[in-house]
């Protein structure tokens, strides 16, 4: 079955204390994405990657790292996580053309309380 | 990034339709996306057009495009509880990457 998993679902932590979200995609998508969703704001994008070690900022990167070393998995790396950054995270994934073909899927969300 | 606007709140009740409206501000939108999203559940793609179409009908969902005013606008016909959601617009305008911009999302209660 195409998919996109995240892990953890849901995650509770303290501020300072370094995280790891993992994203992983079965579907040989060249592009990812990650963003955040936060009431009345809608979901805005943190970071996206094009292909293998090609990633690049979106409109909130501040606070967030990623990585690319695989095509199937995007890790989103918050080094010193902030009570700001407790929110709702969506991975998506979509083939890097043009046309009805880029639908993004996304994965289930993580929900990320920071204290 | 682009702006894209939605009203925050719908309510309609159960058998009548729903008119969810979007606008946006960049004219260079290639694809203009409609996703939904349950409780707790993540991104269901519902529908989308291709900015040169003015309308796209999908069996209850009906898409209106009104490109000289930048406004984009979800229509479902006989509106089921199972539509309670939020409802997002986005679009991608096309930079080279495929950078999907959302709304903020619209809340549809349908009352029974």
């Known amino acids: 079955e195409a998919q996109v998993t995240q892990n953890p679902r849901y995650l509770i932590t303290v501020t300072g204390k370094k995280l790891t979200v993992t994203c992983s995609q079965n579907m040989n998508h060249e592009y990812m994405s990650w963003y955040r969703q936060d009431p009345g704001l809608g979901l805005r994008q943190i970071y996206y990657?094009?292909?293998?070690?090609?990633?690049d900022k979106g409109d909130v990167p501040e606070g967030y790292k990623v990585s690319r070393k695989e095509k199937r998995n995007f890790p989103l790396i918050l080094e010193s996580p902030s009570p700001n950054q407790t929110s709702l995270y969506f991975c998506?994934?979509?083939?890097?053309?043009?046309?009805?073909?880029?639908?993004?899927?996304f994965g289930p969300g993580t929900r990320l309380t920071v204290l | 990034g682009e702006d894209v606007e939605q009203s925050l709140f719908l309510s309609v009740r159960e058998g009548d339709s729903s008119v969810i409206n979007c606008t946006y501000t960049?004219?260079?939108?290639?694809?203009l996306y409609w996703y939904k999203q349950e409780p707790g559940a993540g991104l269901q793609l519902l529908t989308y057009i291709f900015s040169n179409m003015d309308m796209k009908q999908d069996q209850r969902l009906t898409v209106l495009l009104n490109k000289k005013d930048k406004h984009l606008s979800l229509r479902i016909a006989d509106t089921q509880t199972g539509d309670s959601a939020i409802y997002f617009c986005a679009e991608i305008v096309q930079t080279g990457a495929n950078n999907l911009f959302f709304g903020t999302g619209t809340r549809l209660t349908v009352i029974p």
């Open positions: 998506a994934s979509s083939a890097q053309t043009s046309g009805e073909r880029d639908t993004q899927y």
């Open positions: 960049d004219s260079s939108s290639t694809y």
């Open positions: 990657s094009m292909n293998v070690e090609v990633t």
